[in-house]
C-alpha cells in the first residue's frame, strides 16, 4: 500500500495532461550575418519573459528549450514529450538592414497541426510592438483569460 501511494504522489506530480504549457524553441536565422543570431535570441528572450507573467500557462525555461536549436530528427510532438509542453512556438528572422521579417508558428504538441502561422514584415523600430503582438496573440490562440496586469504585461 505504501508503494502504490509513493507512486500516485510521484505520477500526481507531474503537469496535468490538460494543462498549457509552451515551449519557445530558438528562432531559426536565416541570414548568414551572426548579429541576427543575437537579434533572434533576443525576440525569444522577450516572449519568453513576456508569457512567463500570465498563470494559465507553464512556459518551459530557454535553457530546456535551447537544446532543440539543431532540431535534428526530432519531430514536435517529441519535442513536446520531451519537454512536457503542450504547444511549441517556432520561428524564423530574416532581417536586411532595417527591414525585418519574422515568422512565427504555434503548434499543438498532440496533434501536430498549426494554431497559428503569421508573417510580420516591418521595420526594425517596430520591434516591441511586434514582440507585443506576438505574444497577446499566443495568449489569444491558447483562449488564456487574462487578467487586467496580465494584460498589461504582455504589452
Known amino acids: 500500500m505504501i508503494i502504490c501511494t509513493k507512486l500516485f504522489?510521484?505520477?500526481?506530480?507531474?503537469a496535468n495532461p490538460s494543462e498549457i504549457s509552451i515551449a519557445i524553441l530558438p528562432?531559426?536565422?536565416?541570414?548568414?550575418?551572426?548579429?541576427?543570431?543575437?537579434?533572434?535570441?533576443?525576440?525569444?528572450?522577450?516572449?519568453?519573459?513576456?508569457?512567463?507573467?500570465?498563470?494559465?500557462?507553464?512556459?518551459?525555461?530557454?535553457?530546456?528549450?535551447?537544446?532543440?536549436?539543431?532540431?535534428?530528427?526530432?519531430?514536435?510532438?517529441?519535442?513536446?514529450?520531451?519537454?512536457?509542453?503542450?504547444?511549441?512556438?517556432?520561428g524564423t528572422v530574416q532581417r536586411v538592414e532595417d527591414d525585418l521579417r519574422i515568422s512565427v508558428l504555434l503548434i499543438d504538441t498532440k496533434t501536430d497541426n498549426h494554431i497559428l502561422s503569421k508573417l510580420y514584415d516591418q521595420n526594425l523600430s517596430d520591434i516591441f510592438r511586434i514582440q507585443s503582438e506576438i505574444a497577446g496573440k499566443i495568449a489569444s490562440e491558447l483562449s488564456l483569460a487574462l487578467t487586467n496586469t496580465e494584460l498589461e504585461k504582455l504589452k
Open 9 to 14: 504522489c510521484i505520477f500526481n506530480e507531474k
Open 27 to 90: 528562432f531559426d536565422n536565416l541570414n548568414d550575418v551572426e548579429n541576427t543570431q543575437y537579434f533572434a535570441d533576443g525576440v525569444v528572450e522577450d516572449l519568453l519573459s513576456r508569457l512567463a507573467t500570465i498563470k494559465d500557462i507553464k512556459v518551459i525555461s530557454r535553457t530546456s528549450s535551447e537544446m532543440f536549436r539543431d532540431k535534428g530528427e526530432k519531430t514536435v510532438p517529441e519535442i513536446g514529450k520531451l519537454l512536457g509542453a503542450s504547444h511549441i512556438f517556432e
